[in-house]
């Protein structure tokens, strides 16, 4: 893995604080270690339409615009939960940047922390994980299942934060605080859904026309096209995520003074931060542009993310100037 930005600029600091000798209230400091973010639970809402509603999924001829119209189904557009997934998103480079005042036991810190862990992928339909999708479990492709997948997660983060030093002139000196601020939060989303082929079973597990279904005005020959132009066809979407959230954190460690101006130590932190929320587009749909049944309507899902929080260990240096 290539060094990160955020580790160069803790070697600059580490630099100027060695190649400089001077005393004062003011510090500023450096430190890399380990972040761990814990499970992502996320959730999945947005406008859904049945395929048989999909004017895409007809030929002008055939395309059956009087049934489409009546049929309930086909005009609804009120967003609905689709589904739920968790990810573990791993652990991975943390590193961060500090300056602060140091008034008697009480430390005032401004701070700048990237976090980058790894990345998850989490199956996302079957009829017992995902009960919202549970109609369409026997559609999908067996031998390429439904996934989702993050990936890049990167978490910059501005705090201000305050400390209490309980042992402040001697050689080690304990301290805690807490911090709070803001956060941009970056991630890559993917997700895709394959349909099974003709000489899957597709056309085996599609439905036949409901009794309801001919009274809005479905016929026969419109039927069985959607439902052959629907087979073997992929829905997907590969998107940044983004949002802008507030956090707060507690923190906890020791310092080990090597001179009267320079110090290393340990920090360990737990972070906490808003729910994320973000609109996800879809690259395609059913193997067409990403439009809804209409044809015109974009097709952009909203994907919600809680429990976002993690634990970092640290190790770095601090030098009054």
Same mark, same amino acid.
């Given at each position: 893995?290539?060094?990160?930005? @955020?580790?160069?600029?803790?070697?600059?600091? =580490?630099?100027? $604080?060695?190649?400089?000798?001077?005393?004062?209230? =003011?510090?500023?400091?450096?430190?890399?270690?380990?972040?761990?973010? /814990?499970?992502?639970?996320?959730? &999945?809402?947005? +406008?859904?339409? @049945?395929? *048989?509603?999909?004017?895409?999924?007809?030929?002008?001829?055939? /395309?059956?615009?009087?049934?489409?119209?009546?049929? @309930?189904?086909?005009?609804?557009?009120? @967003?609905?939960?689709?589904?739920?997934?968790?990810?573990?998103?791993?652990?991975?480079?943390?590193?961060?940047?500090? #300056?602060?005042? &140091?008034?008697?036991?009480?430390?005032?810190?401004?701070?700048?922390?990237?976090?980058?862990?790894?990345?998850?992928?989490?199956?996302?339909?079957?009829?017992?994980?995902?009960?919202?999708?549970?109609?369409?479990? /026997? !559609?999908?492709?067996?031998? #390429?299942?439904?996934?989702?997948?993050?990936?890049?997660?990167?978490? +910059?983060?501005? $705090?201000?934060?305050? =400390?209490?030093?309980?042992?402040?002139?001697?050689?080690?000196?304990?301290?805690?605080?807490?911090?709070?601020?803001?956060?941009?939060?970056?991630? +890559?989303?993917?997700? /895709?859904?394959?349909?099974?082929?003709?000489? !899957?079973?597709?056309?085996?597990?599609?439905?036949?026309?409901? !009794?309801?279904?001919?009274?809005?005005?479905?016929?026969?020959?419109?039927?069985?096209?959607?439902?052959?132009? #629907?087979?073997?066809?992929?829905?997907?979407?590969?998107?940044?995520?983004?949002?802008?959230?507030?956090?707060?954190?507690?923190?906890?460690?020791?310092?080990?003074?090597?001179?009267? +101006?320079?110090?290393?130590?340990?920090?360990?932190?737990? &972070?906490? =931060?808003?729910?994320? *929320?973000?609109?996800?587009?879809?690259?395609?749909?059913?193997?067409?542009?990403?439009?809804?049944?209409?044809?015109?309507?974009?097709? &952009?899902?909203?994907?919600?993310?809680?429990?976002?929080?993690?634990?970092?260990?640290?190790?770095? $240096?601090?030098?009054?100037?």
């Amino acid at each position: 893995m290539p060094p990160s930005k @955020p580790l160069h600029l803790c070697v600059l600091v =580490f630099s100027i $604080f060695v190649l400089t000798d001077a005393r004062a209230d =003011f510090y500023a400091g450096a430190d890399v270690g380990l972040g761990d973010v /814990r499970t992502l639970g996320s959730s &999945v809402t947005g +406008q859904s339409n @049945p395929t *048989r509603c999909d004017v895409l999924m007809y030929s002008d001829v055939t /395309r059956p615009s009087g049934a489409i119209a009546r049929d @309930p189904a086909c005009g609804d557009v009120d @967003p609905k939960g689709k589904w739920s997934s968790r990810f573990d998103a791993g652990s991975g480079l943390a590193a961060g940047l500090q #300056a602060g005042y &140091v008034h008697d036991r009480v430390r005032f810190e401004l701070e700048f922390m990237h976090v980058e862990p790894g990345s998850a992928s989490y199956p996302i339909i079957t009829a017992s994980t995902h009960p919202g999708l549970a109609s369409k479990d /026997r !559609e999908w492709s067996e031998t #390429a299942p439904p996934y989702e997948w993050i990936s890049g997660l990167r978490i +910059q983060q501005y $705090f201000a934060n305050v =400390f209490y030093d309980f042992a402040p002139g001697f050689r080690w000196t304990p301290y805690a605080g807490l911090g709070a601020g803001w956060a941009r939060i970056r991630m +890559q989303y993917k997700r /895709r859904l394959l349909r099974k082929t003709e000489g !899957e079973g597709y056309l085996g597990v599609a439905p036949d026309i409901p !009794e309801m279904q001919r009274g809005y005005g479905w016929n026969e020959d419109s039927w069985l096209e959607w439902r052959g132009n #629907a087979a073997g066809t992929l829905s997907s979407m590969d998107t940044e995520l983004s949002d802008t959230l507030f956090g707060f954190q507690l923190l906890a460690g020791v310092d080990y003074a090597l001179t009267s +101006q320079t110090s290393v130590g340990m920090k360990a932190r737990w &972070v906490r =931060f808003d729910d994320f *929320r973000d609109r996800a587009p879809y690259a395609q749909i059913r193997s067409h542009e990403p439009v809804h049944v209409d044809g015109v309507t974009p097709f &952009v899902d909203q994907v919600r993310m809680d429990n976002i929080e993690y634990w970092a260990v640290t190790v770095g $240096f601090k030098r009054r100037f």
